[in-house]
């Protein structure tokens, strides 16, 4: 049972103009969402997160979007950079104490 | 944020062999987890790792296949024991903030993982 689904396992974007990443979830005791990213041969990298009160938070280029009745989540990167190129994680929160389920990753490719 | 050191980075393990990976966290922190990464997969929560007390296992995943260690409150030991090539995967270390100064806003540290190919 994926509880915790991204669509689309990659994204090609050009330099400079905007990436969003999607984030699917099932379960409604989820109370908080965050996204990682990941670059190979590293551990993943924590990037901004979200509590179920709230629909957006803002970290520079960094955007995060919650629609609770959608269950749907999605990152936007603005603008994209080469460096922005890995894999990014959502995972969320709330139903065990420190349990993180994630989704499947997205390969995010940022062409210059 | 925390640091955390895992060793090995990488290993190729015999069949029916054990390997403990070890994590290190720079400041003492309340959580340690376990988590895996098969190929082409997401994370997956092994176990959480507690301190002075047994680990606490998710379905799936038991104490005899993957004993764990929390001897400290920045240490902590992953085996995985009898491996078959299924156990190839990367095993990630995770910790919580540190206790002193700041708040806990849900987020996990991570290791850089240990690539573990089983032969």
């Known amino acids: 049972d994926q509880q915790v689904k991204q669509n689309s396992p990659s994204l090609s974007v050009q330099e400079g103009r905007i990436s969003i990443l999607n984030c699917d979830y099932t379960?409604?005791?989820?109370?908080?969402f965050l996204w990682y990213k990941k670059y190979p041969a590293e551990g993943p990298t924590f990037l901004i997160s979200i509590s179920s009160i709230k629909d957006k938070n803002e970290d520079g280029r960094f955007t995060v979007f919650l629609n609770k009745s959608a269950k749907h989540l999605s990152l936007h990167i603005v603008p994209s950079q080469p460096g922005d190129s890995a894999v990014y994680f959502c995972a969320a929160g709330g139903t065990s104490y420190g349990k993180l389920t994630f989704g499947q990753g997205t390969i995010l490719t940022v062409h210059p | 944020s925390a640091v955390i050191s895992q060793k090995p980075s990488r290993d190729i393990c015999q069949r029916g062999t054990s390997l403990t990976i070890q994590c290190q966290v720079d400041?003492?922190?309340?959580?340690m987890f376990w988590y895996r990464q098969q190929p082409g997969q997401s994370l997956t929560l092994i176990a959480t790792?507690?301190?002075?007390?047994?680990?606490?296992?998710e379905s799936g995943f038991v104490i005899d296949k993957f004993p764990i260690s929390r001897p400290n409150l920045t240490f902590s030991t992953l085996t995985v024991s009898n491996m078959s090539p299924e156990d190839s995967s990367i095993y990630l270390c995770?910790?919580?903030?540190?206790?002193?100064?700041?708040?806990?806003?849900?987020?996990?540290?991570f290791g850089e993982g240990s690539r573990l190919t089983v032969l």
């Open positions: 379960n409604s005791m989820f109370d908080y």
């Open positions: 995770s910790a919580e903030g540190p206790l002193a100064g700041g708040t806990n806003t849900g987020e996990l540290f």
């Open positions: 790792a507690n301190q002075g007390s047994e680990a606490t296992y």
């Open positions: 400041s003492q922190v309340t959580m």
